[in-house]
Structures are given as structure tokens and as C-alpha cells.
């Protein structure tokens, strides 16, 4: 027999909903849609990262006998769709005209019957290059005789997108002016890919005759992408259906539009038949969005005896041939300026700078929740940094420093505010989970036998949820997001989102929102999402805002159901709305509890012909657009053990505490799985993964054989623990869980690989620990950041 | 050519490209689409079936090459209504989240249960070594896996916990 607690009514360890269909093979990715007439395309790309196209013969291929039709720029170009517009206000080739900017870049689309045909063709089709000088350093991309990348924007004659900055600068140097103690490095926080299992890919299908798009893509954000297409493609909003169906992890790979999309569009619309695109693994590594490649220096300063007193940091962003970054418009760098992590500081300044290299675009992804990951990785290094100065104890002086929860709401030195945290008690509880004293015991007895044993700490202040709509936007479009509540006679409700679940559980996590508010089972709600015409509009799943933003939609909407369910109540008792109570599922008249109505019973009573008071419509349903007021701020304490082998430089990670707060906790189990996932993430970014390039451009990671993600033996068994500190602001007081642990768990590792190292001298090692650059390092050839 | 291939039991005769990689056989051409396909250099392993019981990645087979073998997949775990303790231990034990890695982890996990029963944490991990898991970190995986050896003939309340089979 089932219990509550395996059962719950609202919060609690449900089992997901959605394993019925997934653990039968019956999920729909969009690569399982098969449509009558279904044609194929395939994208060709440049070998070259920068190289001017002098021509493109394309006639071989055409004559393919099942090729049906073959895209180059100058075809787009007669459409008006040669160019489109990234997410950072910039503009995207989607096929190139003039030049290819980075190796892998879109140069024609081939349609034809079947994949494998599609692909033969390609390679009929002749392109003829040349070559040009190329900028894949992103410090020498701001050079005066670097490569003009992007000599296509009027006027443009070098390689800088913006310069930005937060914070207090004079305040700033004043600080460090005084400060006893203060701590510089260099660091690389290098290029990696999200990678999901699922590549991208999109099906399009053209009506001619109702002018009407129907698109099945791998998108994070259905509802942002139709208003984009209908902003490129010109096509009437209305006509435009975009569905993701089942989507295989996403991690920001599928926010952006590629073009690959807009080909399979266009190409839909001259072939008259509905055609599928799905890129390769080689592709997806290639040129879908990256993630970081932040070349930041950062000091801290602090006094004698252990007072972190201000944070300072210059960033060199490269982002790749074309600004095409989601993120909001006002933050060109996007969260960064959440390095003061979670210390109390007298000041913190940081500028960025963005810069155009002979690289794919992106940049922001791989659940980094818009670049909160640079800033925690960076902060966490320098606090390590300055303990190794002052031969302090990293714990300790965290401890010492960490912002003590009276001062919540904190205000940040550079500008947010943090909305809750109880810091402290969560590093002592990951402290004690780990048994941090036996552990630093343990190490020193190894140290004696020359054993090289690390133990890293990392403490972080996440900044998830974005809005609030009036400081944030992705072209425009206010970053809010609505649901819509339906309750059908019988009680059974079906909930629309406009967010996007890529593998977080949003059929199950938002049910169970919906049943803790009404009182009614889980099973009896139907979450609808992944569809723009059956959903309500809203800006998507990213930056970990599904629950942040949507799902304070699905409380709020149930409570305005709950409230019109009590005047309906009223109605049905015939007792004054204000005698009512309210209990899980049910109002009843207060002082007489047998006097009441289930939400059942008054689903069907409003769909009925119960008299309701003037002025009062028929049925429960309700909508809400949720505009957040702030901000959420998860928080976690993480603690890695390292095992380093002298002899190869080979990392180990034996151990990993994690203690998180996001707050109220809607489904521990997803929640746990979604940590779990973040911190092999974590390994996989600070031991393992990198997407490198040689001085010609040519890409270095572009299949899974070179770009290394952990697999069962890389990663140790997890010990997870949480605290909860709810947000004051969120409707149930939950924060977001998704990214946290990808923010978190690479400073902890690369902390423990250098404490590891400290018999060497070591201070610093860029990720990817691998072991030839562990034991670089340890020879005292660190390899220097670019 | 002409090929036949026994897929879940039955026997499949198609006309196909002697190229044809048995991953497309099975997608495209059958419409099983619970097997995947995620990289071009064979080391992700959401293409892994069973051949004769054995877990191979069906991308880098060759579907003339399948005949005369018997083909398991995904589709072919449930017998009768009732899910392979597999299936309900990745339910159980959250094994899954976009579950697109999912159907090639429970076919090695079934192969290495038929081989060995009682398996250690290591030896799941072992088995499992040549897949890719984006979302979980694996932990949930193996205690999936685990669930499974310990419930050998669970299955009939599975259906229960999770939810009908799909039409
Ligand atoms: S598709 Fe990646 S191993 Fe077969
Ligand atoms: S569940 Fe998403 S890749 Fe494993």
C-alpha cells in the first residue's frame, strides 16, 4: 500500500509522472517526429575560421537524384534572411555570404530524402576559400593588428563588443590601497559545451495554404523562439506553432535560435513538404553555444588577522564570431557582478569586456545561471588564495566572513540584493557531513607518507529567476512568465506553463504545486507545456527559473482559484464567503466543520446551476502573468576530498559533500537529482572537459572523443544534505535548485586539487585539471592563462 | 538488399541500404524510436541495444549485419503488461531525468543482471562506463540498477506507480 509520504498531497518525495512514458521508450524527442513526405536536411560548414567565400558551386549537388533542394547565404539573401538576430541585439549569419568566421560556421543547406543522402551530397558541393588571418586568443583579439572580425557591422575596425562594469571603482582602489594583505591571479575559465545527450535539431512544416508554420524544435523557450521566427521569417505570430516535445537535457544548449532552424524553415517553404534537421554530435560541439571562456584577474584584499574587505576583477569575455549570448539586455556580462559571492565587503568593482574571436558563439549556458558560474568559480578561488596567504584555514576563514543571516535582505556592493541565507549554518553542517577535522588529520598523516590528498571548499550565492520584467528582457521581451488553471466539473485540473522542461520534472513538481495549494492529488493535475498553442505565453527555462518565475505562477493561479472556489462555496452553503475556512481541499463554515464543500464538489457546482452572487462567472478557472519582484538567491556549502597521483597527475575525486538551500523544497528527490547531475557537471568542468583551438582555429573538441564528459567512473557517490531558508519574496518560498550545483562544485574541486598540491607550491592550476597540466604544475609550469 | 532482422521477437524484412547503421534501421525505418542516437564517434551509448542479449551500440552496427540476430530493445523490456525491474527501478529510484540516455542505461543494466544478479556499485559502474549520462551524475543510476537486483521479479506493481503504458 502506498503512504502519504510516498504519495504526497503537495510537497513531499513524489515519484515523476513522466517516468511512465521515458521508461517504456515512449518519449517524442524531437528526432522521433515522422511526418508523410518528410524530406531531410544537412548544414555544410567551414573547414576555415575566418576566410573570405569567393564562390559556392552548388550544381553537382543539385543534380543528387534525391536532393530536392540546396540553400546557400545569396538564396537566403534574396528573402531578406541571409542574417538574423541573436539574443545579444547582434546580428548571426545563418548562411555565411561574405565570410565564414569560425570553423564550423553554416554555409549551404542541403535538402533531400534521406539523412544519409542529404549528407552525400554535401559533399558535392564546392567551395572555394580564402584563407585569412585568425584571432582565436581573446586577448589578442583587442590587439590594433588583430583580424576585423566582424567587418560586416558599419564602421566596425576592431574586435571589442562592449565595456561594461559594476561596482565601485574608486571606492574600490581605495580599499585595496589600505588593505595589509592583498592576493592577484590570473585565471582561465575555459571554454566547455553543455552537450546534452540530444543534439539540436528542429522539424518544420510549411502550409502554404493557411500560411501557417507548425515547428517541432529542441527549444528551452517555445514561446520566445515563435515571437522570433515571427520577427526573422516575417511570419504572422498566430500562424506560427512551435512544440517541444520530449527534449534530452538542455543546460542553455537550447535557448538560442540556430540556424539550422531557420534553414529548415526556409527550406519547408520551398519544397512544399515538412523537413527535419538534426546536427551531429561533431556539429553540436562545434557551433551551438559554449559556454564560459572568461579570461578574468582577480584580487581580494583583506586585513591581517582575516577580514575579506573588497573583491575586485577585470574579465576579457570572448564570445566567439557573434554575439548571440541569451541573456538579459542590460547585462551585457550577465550576472557576474554576483562575485562578491557571499561575503561582506566594503567594496567590489568589475569590468568586462567583450571581444569578437574566430570562435563559435554562445556563451551562455551549461546551466551557469547567466554567468553566476565565472563569478563563483572566481570568488572562491581568491578567498582559497588569500587562506594560502595569510596560512589561514579556508573553513575558517570563511567562516569569519560569510554574511550572517541578520542581514538579510543583504544588499550586495554591487547592487543585489540577496533575499534570504543562513550561511553559516550551512557550511558547518557540510563541515560536520564531511568530518572536516578527521579529514584535515587524515591529510596531514598522507602528507607525511607523500601522499597527495586534497580537501576544497566552496561556499556560493547563487542569483536565479530572472526578472523582474522591468530591469530584464531578451530583445524586448519582459522576463515573466504566466500560467493558466483549468478546473474541469469533476475537480480534475489541467495546468498550462510557459516554461520548458528539459529532464527537471516540471509535470510532476508543478502537479504538486498545484495540489498543495487546492488540496487535491497530484495524479488529478495534467501540466501542460512545450506547446504555443496550448500553453500561455512566457519567456522559458533557463538561468533556473522554471520555479523561481513559473512556478509562483502556479501557486498564485491556484490561489485565485482557491478564492473563487470559496465564493462559489459561499453560494453552495449559503453562508457569507467571509464564515468560510479553509482547509487542504476544502472550505467549510468556520464553528460548524461538517458544514463544507469539497473542491470537487465545487468545481461541479460551479460548472452547475448553483445562483452565484452577481456579477460572478461560472466555473474556476484562472490566469496569471507573474512578474518577479527580485532575484532569488539559492546557497549552498560544498566540500570535495581529492586524491592526487604523484606520479601522473591524476585527479580523483574520492568524496563530495553538498549542502543546498533553495529554499521551501517542493520534491526532494528532484531536487536531489538535480544536484546530483550539477555537481558531475562540476567534475566534468574541472577535470575534464574543454573545447580548445589551435592557432589556426581549428576546433579541438569537436566529438566526444575529444571533448571528455564523466561517465559512472569519474564521479564519486554524492553526499547531499540541505538547509532551508525560504525566500521571503516567492509566493511558496522556493528559490530554484537547477544550476546550483554547476555554480558551485568547480571552485571546490579545483580548491581541492591545489590544496592537494600545496608540498609542491602550487597556487594555482587552470581548468581542466588534466593530469599532464596537474603535473605540469607540479614540475612549476603551470600553463599560463591566454 | 533485403534484409531480416528479429527485433523484440519479431521478424523484420526490409529493403535497405547496405549502409544503413542499425540505429536508423530501428528509428527510422521500424519507428522504434525509444533507442537513440547522440554521437558519431560511438561513445555516448543511447544507441545500445541487445544483440543476442548482449548490449552493443547499434550505431556502429550495421543493420545487414543484425540478420539473423535477435534485436532487444527498449520497446521489447515490457512483457505483457508488466515492466522488466528494470524499468520500475529507474522509476523508483529516479534513474531518469530527460530520459534520453535512459533506454540504452536499462538494456546494459538488464544484460548485466541476466550475467550477474547480485552486482557491487563498482561493477554496475563498470558496466555502465561506455554511456553517457547528462543529467543524473549516475548515482541515481546505480541505485536504480541495485533496485532491480533486489527486487528480480517485481513488476507487477508497476504499472501501478508508473502510470499506463502509452497507447
Ligand atoms: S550514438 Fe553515441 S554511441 Fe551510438
Ligand atoms: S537522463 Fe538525461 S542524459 Fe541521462
Request: hydrophobic share 40%; aromatic share 6%.
Amino acid at each position: 500500500m502506498s503512504t502519504t509520504e510516498e504519495r504526497p498531497i503537495g510537497f513531499g518525495r513524489l515519484k515523476r509522472k513522466e517516468d511512465a512514458r521515458f521508461i517504456r521508450g515512449q518519449g517524442r524527442y524531437v528526432d522521433d517526429v515522422q511526418l508523410p513526405g518528410m524530406l531531410h536536411g544537412a548544414v555544410l560548414r567551414s573547414p576555415y575560421a575566418h576566410a573570405r567565400i569567393v564562390s559556392i558551386d552548388v550544381s553537382a549537388a543539385q543534380q543528387h537524384p534525391k536532393v530536392h533542394a540546396v540553400l546557400t547565404g545569396r538564396d537566403l539573401d534574396g528573402l531578406g534572411l541571409a542574417w538574423m538576430p541573436t539574443l545579444s541585439m547582434d546580428t548571426q549569419a545563418v548562411l555565411a555570404t561574405d565570410k565564414v568566421r569560425f570553423q564550423g560556421q553554416e554555409v549551404a543547406f542541403v535538402i533531400a530524402d534521406d539523412r544519409y543522402a542529404a549528407r552525400d551530397a554535401l559533399e558535392l558541393i564546392d567551395v572555394d576559400y580564402e584563407p585569412l588571418p585568425v584571432v582565436v586568443n581573446a586577448r589578442r583579439a583587442l590587439d590594433a593588428d588583430a583580424p576585423v572580425i566582424r567587418d560586416d557591422l558599419e564602421g566596425k575596425a576592431d574586435n571589442r563588443i562592449f565595456d561594461w562594469e559594476a561596482g565601485d571603482r574608486a571606492a574600490t582602489d581605495a580599499v585595496f590601497a589600505r588593505a595589509d594583505v592583498v592576493v592577484s591571479e590570473e585565471m582561465l575559465y575555459p571554454r566547455v559545451h553543455p552537450a546534452p545527450m540530444e543534439t539540436c535539431g528542429a522539424v518544420a512544416d510549411y502550409d502554404a495554404v493557411e500560411g501557417s508554420l507548425t515547428l517541432w524544435s529542441t527549444t528551452q523557450a517555445p514561446h520566445a523562439h515563435r515571437t522570433l521566427f515571427a520577427l526573422v521569417a516575417r511570419l504572422p505570430e498566430q500562424k506560427i506553432r512551435v512544440i517541444a516535445p520530449d527534449i534530452g537535457g538542455g543546460f542553455g544548449n537550447k535557448v538560442g535560435i540556430y540556424p539550422g532552424y531557420v534553414c529548415a524553415v526556409v527550406g519547408s517553404i520551398v519544397t512544399g513538404r515538412p523537413v527535419k534537421w538534426m546536427e551531429d554530435r561533431s556539429e553540436n560541439l562545434m557551433a551551438t553555444s559554449f559556454a564560459r571562456d572568461y579570461v578574468m584577474r582577480g584580487s581580494i584584499a583583506a586585513t591581517r588577522d582575516g577580514r575579506i574587505l573588497a573583491v575586485r576583477v577585470d574579465v576579457i569575455a570572448d564570445h566567439g564570431a557573434f554575439n548571440a549570448t541569451a541573456q538579459p539586455t542590460k547585462y551585457p556580462a550577465g550576472f557576474f557582478h554576483v562575485f562578491t559571492g557571499s561575503y561582506e565587503l566594503e567594496a567590489a568593482h568589475c569590468a568586462v569586456t567583450g571581444v569578437y574571436t574566430n570562435k563559435a558563439p554562445g556563451g551562455v549556458a551549461y546551466a551557469c545561471s547567466f554567468r553566476v558560474t565565472e563569478a563563483v568559480y572566481l570568488v572562491e578561488r581568491m578567498v582559497d588564495l588569500l587562506a594560502r596567504e595569510l596560512d589561514a584555514d579556508p573553513a575558517q576563514l570563511r567562516l569569519a566572513n560569510l554574511i550572517r543571516p541578520d542581514r538579510f535582505p543583504y544588499e550586495a556592493k554591487t547592487g543585489w540584493v540577496y533575499d534570504s541565507g543562513d550561511y553559516e549554518t550551512a557550511l558547518r553542517k557540510a563541515l560536520e557531513m564531511a568530518g572536516y577535522e578527521q579529514l584535515r588529520a587524515e591529510q596531514a598523516e598522507r602528507r607525511e607518507r607523500g601522499e597527495l590528498m586534497g580537501i576544497g571548499l566552496g561556499f556560493f550565492t547563487e542569483a536565479v529567476g530572472a526578472g523582474p520584467r522591468k530591469h530584464m528582457d531578451i530583445l524586448g521581451l519582459g522576463m515573466a512568465d504566466a500560467a493558466e488553471l483549468r478546473v474541469h466539473p469533476t475537480g480534475k485540473a489541467q495546468l498550462g506553463i510557459s516554461v520548458q522542461t528539459q529532464g527537471q520534472g516540471h509535470e510532476t513538481t508543478f502537479a504538486q504545486i498545484v495540489a498543495q495549494e487546492l488540496g487535491i492529488p497530484p495524479e488529478d493535475v495534467e501540466v501542460v507545456h512545450g506547446d504555443t498553442d496550448r500553453t500561455p505565453f512566457g519567456l522559458g527555462t533557463y538561468g533556473s527559473r522554471s520555479t523561481p518565475v513559473s512556478g509562483a505562477a502556479a501557486a498564485v493561479v491556484a490561489r485565485k482559484v482557491r478564492d473563487k472556489a470559496r465564493v462559489v462555496a459561499s453560494a453552495m452553503l449559503e453562508v457569507s464567503a467571509d464564515d468560510l475556512e479553509w482547509e487542504r481541499g476544502r472550505w467549510f463554515v468556520r464553528g460548524d466543520p461538517d458544514q463544507g464543500a469539497t473542491i470537487q464538489e465545487i468545481a461541479m457546482a460551479a460548472h452547475g446551476t448553483v445562483e452565484l452572487p452577481k456579477g460572478v462567472e461560472a466555473g474556476l478557472d484562472s490566469e496569471t502573468v507573474y512578474d518577479p519582484p527580485n532575484l532569488t538567491f539559492p546557497f549552498g556549502a560544498y566540500l570535495c576530498v581529492v586524491d592526487v597521483d604523484p606520479g601522473t597527475g591524476k585527479v580523483t575525486v574520492r568524496r563530495f559533500v553538498a549542502v543546498d538551500d533553495c529554499g521551501t523544497r517542493i520534491n526532494p528527490i528532484i531536487i536531489e537529482g538535480q544536484v546530483h547531475g550539477g555537481l558531475a557537471d562540476g567534475v566534468g568542468m574541472a577535470l575534464m572537459e574543454l573545447i580548445a583551438f589551435d592557432e589556426d582555429g581549428n576546433c579541438l573538441g569537436g566529438s566526444l572523443m575529444d571533448y571528455l564528459i564523466p561517465t559512472a567512473l569519474e564521479v564519486p557517490d554524492w553526499e547531499t544534505g540541505f538547509t532551508v531558508t525560504p525566500s521571503p519574496h516567492h509566493p511558496i518560498g522556493a528559490k530554484g535548485i537547477g544550476e546550483s550545483a554547476t555554480v558551485g562544485s568547480p571552485p571546490a574541486i579545483v580548491n581541492a586539487v591545489v590544496d592537494a598540491l600545496r608540498p609542491y607550491g602550487v597556487r594555482h592550476v587552470d581548468m581542466p585539471c588534466t593530469p599532464s597540466r596537474v603535473w605540469e604544475a607540479m614540475q612549476g609550469r603551470g600553463a599560463p592563462p591566454q | 538488399m533485403q534484409v531480416t532482422v528479429s527485433v523484440n521477437g519479431e521478424e523484420r524484412a526490409r529493403e535497405i541500404e547496405p549502409r544503413l547503421l542499425l540505429v536508423h534501421f530501428l528509428r527510422d525505418v521500424l519507428g522504434l524510436t525509444g533507442t537513440h542516437w547522440g554521437c558519431d564517434t560511438s561513445n555516448c551509448g543511447t544507441c545500445v541495444v541487445l544483440m543476442d542479449g548482449r548490449p552493443v551500440k547499434s550505431c556502429t552496427v550495421l543493420a545487414a549485419s543484425a540478420a539473423g540476430h535477435e534485436i532487444t530493445t527498449v520497446e521489447g523490456l515490457e512483457r505483457d503488461g508488466v515492466l522488466d525491474p528494470v524499468q520500475q527501478g529507474f522509476h523508483e529510484e529516479h534513474g531518469l531525468q530527460c530520459g534520453f540516455c535512459t533506454p540504452g542505461m536499462m538494456l546494459t543494466a538488464r544484460a548485466l543482471l541476466d550475467e550477474n544478479p547480485n552486482p557491487s556499485e563498482a561493477e554496475i559502474r563498470e558496466a555502465i562506463s561506455g554511456q553517457i549520462c547528462r543529467c543524473t551524475g549516475y548515482a541515481t543510476i546505480v541505485r536504480s540498477i541495485r533496485w532491480a537486483a533486489e527486487h528480480p521479479a517485481a513488476a507487477g506493481a508497476a504499472a501501478e506507480t508508473a502510470g499506463e503504458a502509452a497507447p
